[in-house]
């Protein structure tokens, strides 16, 4: 039998090794993708408790409706800055992007 | 034999490591199912676990910018199980649809755009050891607080599609209206800061 803690045990896992990505990462598009990974850990998050503790309303199921639409919005975004970036300084990587105004 | 250029050393390494890792842990899951001490759900559970960490993993660990995209499609696969194992068909197929489909091609067109790939590059800074050994830390807090905790949980049957566009559209509509308001300001200011500038001329 798959309990809550299983999925909550496997979220966090994944979330820690997004959190590392985002830590040790350079570039800018490394950085966006461990992002992404977090992101999935937290959908994982609110379905697993939807499914769970909230058969009625499963609202977490909503949430993470939500989660996908922004991730899907903030990697559009992120990126067309990304590309700007590269074209200005010729790196996407964030350690050497390191001042506001050129 | 010299191997071809292709076939360089982090793929033969994963290729082994893969073999020597994955190869048994599906053989052990296989024969706990067929002698019946895990059940079937169970033995897709950790299967679909074990394919989500790889990705994890692989995508952030891996050298090749390339090879860490497509492993993060791979853990979004997982993920997409996960969802359908959760009972939640909708965001399965969402979850595919997205990120094996939009996410998936933003970030390789991303990459290909901006990989120098002339140099040697070094993808990850100087402050590793601290950054693992705080994620580390990090992981071990939560998953230790999420094991030990103790819930009054039954799974629920199938979330139809039917009941998510009712709660969609009648108890979240607005919000519902708010994202997709988000989605076309960030396409638009995606397109606005990305494009090249014209002439100043044009412009004026």
Redesign the interface.
Do not use: C
């Given at each position: 039998m798959i309990s809550l803690n299983h999925y909550l045990a496997l979220s966090g896992v994944l979330f820690a090794l997004g959190f590392y990505g985002v830590l040790v990462r350079r570039s800018a598009i490394l950085i966006l993708i461990a992002v992404e990974l977090m992101l999935a850990a937290v959908s994982i998050n609110f379905v697993a408790f939807a499914s769970y503790l909230d058969a009625k309303l499963f609202t977490g199921v909503i949430f993470a409706i939500f989660v996908i639409t922004i991730a899907a919005a903030e990697v559009g975004l992120a990126l067309g800055i990304v590309l700007r970036i590269y074209r200005e300084r010729s790196t996407a990587n964030v350690d050497e992007a390191s001042t506001l105004k050129w | 034999m010299p191997l071809p250029a292709q076939l360089d050393r982090t793929i033969v390494t994963g290729t082994i490591m893969a073999s020597a890792i994955g190869l048994p842990y599906i053989v052990a899951l296989s024969l706990l199912g067929l002698m019946g001490r895990i059940?079937g759900?169970?033995v897709v559970?950790w299967l679909l676990?074990g394919l989500?960490?790889v990705g994890?993993?692989g995508?952030?660990t891996s050298n090749n910018?390339v090879h860490?995209?497509l492993s993060?499609v791979v853990?979004?696969m997982g993920?997409a199980g996960?969802?359908l194992?959760?009972?939640?068909e909708?965001?399965a197929l969402?979850?595919v649809l997205?990120?094996g489909g939009?996410?998936a091609i933003?970030?390789l067109?991303?990459?290909m755009?901006?990989n120098?790939s002339d140099d040697p590059?070094?993808?990850?800074?100087s402050?590793?050891p601290?950054?693992?050994g705080?994620?580390?830390i990090?992981?071990i807090v939560?998953?230790s607080?999420?094991?030990g905790?103790s819930?009054d949980?039954?799974?629920?049957?199938v979330?139809s599609f039917r009941?998510?566009g009712t709660?969609?559209y009648r108890d979240?509509g607005v919000?519902f209206e708010v994202?997709s308001l988000?989605?076309l300001v960030?396409?638009v200011?995606?397109?606005a800061?990305?494009r090249?500038d014209t002439e100043e001329s044009d412009a004026a």
């Amino acid at each position: 039998m798959i309990s809550l803690n299983h999925y909550l045990a496997l979220s966090g896992v994944l979330f820690a090794l997004g959190f590392y990505g985002v830590l040790v990462r350079r570039s800018a598009i490394l950085i966006l993708i461990a992002v992404e990974l977090m992101l999935a850990a937290v959908s994982i998050n609110f379905v697993a408790f939807a499914s769970y503790l909230d058969a009625k309303l499963f609202t977490g199921v909503i949430f993470a409706i939500f989660v996908i639409t922004i991730a899907a919005a903030e990697v559009g975004l992120a990126l067309g800055i990304v590309l700007r970036i590269y074209r200005e300084r010729s790196t996407a990587n964030v350690d050497e992007a390191s001042t506001l105004k050129w | 034999m010299p191997l071809p250029a292709q076939l360089d050393r982090t793929i033969v390494t994963g290729t082994i490591m893969a073999s020597a890792i994955g190869l048994p842990y599906i053989v052990a899951l296989s024969l706990l199912g067929l002698m019946g001490r895990i059940s079937g759900a169970e033995v897709v559970w950790w299967l679909l676990a074990g394919l989500i960490l790889v990705g994890a993993i692989g995508s952030v660990t891996s050298n090749n910018v390339v090879h860490a995209a497509l492993s993060l499609v791979v853990a979004a696969m997982g993920v997409a199980g996960m969802f359908l194992l959760l009972a939640s068909e909708f965001l399965a197929l969402v979850q595919v649809l997205v990120y094996g489909g939009g996410v998936a091609i933003l970030l390789l067109f991303a990459l290909m755009m901006t990989n120098a790939s002339d140099d040697p590059i070094v993808v990850d800074g100087s402050q590793k050891p601290f950054g693992f050994g705080v994620a580390l830390i990090m992981g071990i807090v939560m998953v230790s607080a999420m094991v030990g905790a103790s819930w009054d949980a039954t799974i629920t049957t199938v979330v139809s599609f039917r009941d998510i566009g009712t709660r969609l559209y009648r108890d979240y509509g607005v919000p519902f209206e708010v994202a997709s308001l988000v989605l076309l300001v960030a396409l638009v200011g995606a397109i606005a800061i990305a494009r090249r500038d014209t002439e100043e001329s044009d412009a004026a």
